[in-house]
C-alpha cells in the first residue's frame, strides 16, 4: 500500500487548517485593537458625561421664551425695578395702564402665565415676586 497520496492530502489539509488559523489570529488582533478604541472612545464618553453633569449646575437658567405680547418684556421690567412683591394693580400703574378692573384681571392673568412659566413666583395670593434664579442663589452663598 502506497501512503503518499494520503500524507499528501493530509498535508494539503494541514495547510489549509494553518491558513485558516493564520486568518483567525489575525482578525482576532483586529477585533482586540477594535475592542481597545472602543472602550476608549466609551471612557471618554464617560468623563464627558460626568463634567458636563458636573457643569450644569454652572450654567446661568435658560429664560423661558415669553409670549408674544409687548406687555411681558415690560412686566418683567418693572418687577427688575420693584425692591419687593408687587400686585396686579401695581403692575397696572407700571406699565401706564389705566385701574380698570378688564386691565388688572387682563395683568393679573399675564402675571399668573409668567408664573407658570416660572418666570415669577406668587408669593402671597395676588402678590408676585421675581423667581430667584439657582445661579444667582448660588453665587451670594460664594
Same mark, same amino acid.
Given at each position: 500500500?502506497? /501512503?503518499?497520496?494520503? /500524507?499528501?492530502?493530509?498535508?494539503?489539509?494541514?495547510?489549509?487548517? #494553518?491558513?485558516?488559523?493564520?486568518?483567525?489570529?489575525?482578525?482576532?488582533?483586529?477585533?482586540?485593537?477594535?475592542? #481597545?478604541?472602543?472602550?476608549?472612545?466609551?471612557?471618554? /464618553?464617560?468623563?464627558?458625561?460626568?463634567?458636563?453633569?458636573?457643569?450644569?449646575? #454652572?450654567?446661568? $437658567?435658560? $429664560?423661558?421664551?415669553?409670549?408674544?405680547?409687548?406687555?411681558?418684556?415690560?412686566? &418683567?421690567?418693572?418687577?427688575?425695578?420693584?425692591?419687593?412683591?408687587?400686585?396686579?394693580?401695581? +403692575?397696572?400703574?407700571?406699565?401706564?395702564?389705566?385701574?380698570?378692573?378688564?386691565?388688572?384681571?387682563?395683568? #393679573?392673568?399675564?402675571?399668573?402665565? &409668567? +408664573?407658570?412659566?416660572?418666570?415669577?413666583?406668587? $408669593?402671597?395670593?395676588?402678590?408676585?415676586?421675581?423667581?430667584?434664579?439657582?445661579?444667582?442663589?448660588?453665587?451670594?452663598?460664594?
Amino acid at each position: 500500500m502506497n /501512503l503518499q497520496p494520503l /500524507l499528501d492530502a493530509l498535508g494539503l489539509q494541514a495547510d489549509a487548517a #494553518r491558513a485558516v488559523a493564520d486568518d483567525l489570529r489575525a482578525q482576532v488582533v483586529d477585533l482586540q485593537a477594535r475592542l #481597545r478604541e472602543a472602550e476608549t472612545h466609551l471612557e471618554r /464618553l464617560a468623563i464627558t458625561r460626568t463634567t458636563v453633569t458636573d457643569l450644569t449646575d #454652572r450654567l446661568p $437658567a435658560v $429664560a423661558p421664551d415669553l409670549p408674544e405680547h409687548p406687555d411681558y418684556p415690560r412686566i &418683567l421690567a418693572a418687577f427688575n425695578h420693584a425692591t419687593g412683591p408687587l400686585r396686579a394693580k401695581d +403692575v397696572c400703574e407700571a406699565l401706564g395702564h389705566e385701574l380698570q378692573p378688564k386691565n388688572v384681571e387682563g395683568t #393679573r392673568a399675564k402675571l399668573k402665565r &409668567l +408664573v407658570k412659566l416660572g418666570v415669577l413666583t406668587e $408669593a402671597d395670593v395676588g402678590s408676585f415676586t421675581r423667581k430667584q434664579q439657582p445661579t444667582e442663589h448660588r453665587d451670594q452663598q460664594l
